[in-house]
């Protein structure tokens, strides 16, 4: 089967934030199946809090890239993916006090 996600809770363990994808693969599951496992790890080393979301999820996507290219055992020129990432972060409004 061509079509995966992954949920991560928790990511950071802190709950604060969480992370989700939906994949629809196309030709094989190599570049899923590479996607699910690495994009995660990608995010958790690449994330800041206060950080820009969408510069984020755009250097992890080119990063992801870049290590198909290079991974021998990917089957990346037959096979791709579309993917949904969506990211929830519990955040805190603190207001001054008067």
Partial sequence: MEDKYFIHDNIFND???????????????DVVDYSIKNIPIYFQSMYKNGC????????????LDLDLAKDNYVKS?????CCCLILIRNESTILPMK
Avoid at 15 to 29: P, Q, R, T
């Fill in 15 to 29: 709950e604060n934030v969480s992370l989700y994808g939906v994949f629809d693969g196309h030709g094989g599951e």
């Fill in 52 to 63: 820009d979301i969408k510069k984020l999820f755009t250097e992890i996507f080119k990063k």
């Fill in 77 to 81: 020129f037959e096979s791709g993916s």
